[in-house]
């Protein structure tokens, strides 16, 4: 269990650094631009890995629905790139995770098809109260 929370932590940072890379190449040649080599560099980067691993997903099992994941994940990248150097690092991650717990929330609710407990609402309130203190000025 501790290889999976550092694992998972250790993409927090390297999504931190990515954020600061598409964010200044956003402010030079635009917030799509920089999505575009994000997912250049990306597909070149794991085809690398795969052929190494000599593993090679087929493409042609996957229900058409998934391919949404790719779609959203670019337009994450384009529109993180836009708003990452005007919000700062601080506020845009910030309101990232606030918009990734809420829809964990939503997600567990339908899959789950229950509403969540009392305890898990004051859990997330509590998550969100605490990611709103570094936007309240001073």
Known sequence: MLFFVVLALSNGLLIGVSRTINGRL??????????????????????????????????????????????????????NSYVFPRLGAMSAAVLVIAGQVLSAVVIDCVRQAALPSPLRLAGVALVLAGLCLPLLRK
């Open 26 to 79: 956003s402010t030079r040649r635009g917030a799509f631009a920089a999505s575009v080599w994000n997912h250049v560099v990306g597909l070149a980067f794991l085809s690398v890995v795969l052929l190494v691993m000599r593993v090679w997903p087929d493409v042609t099992r996957v229900p058409v629905a998934a391919y949404a994941g790719g779609v959203f994940g670019a337009l994450f990248v384009a529109v």
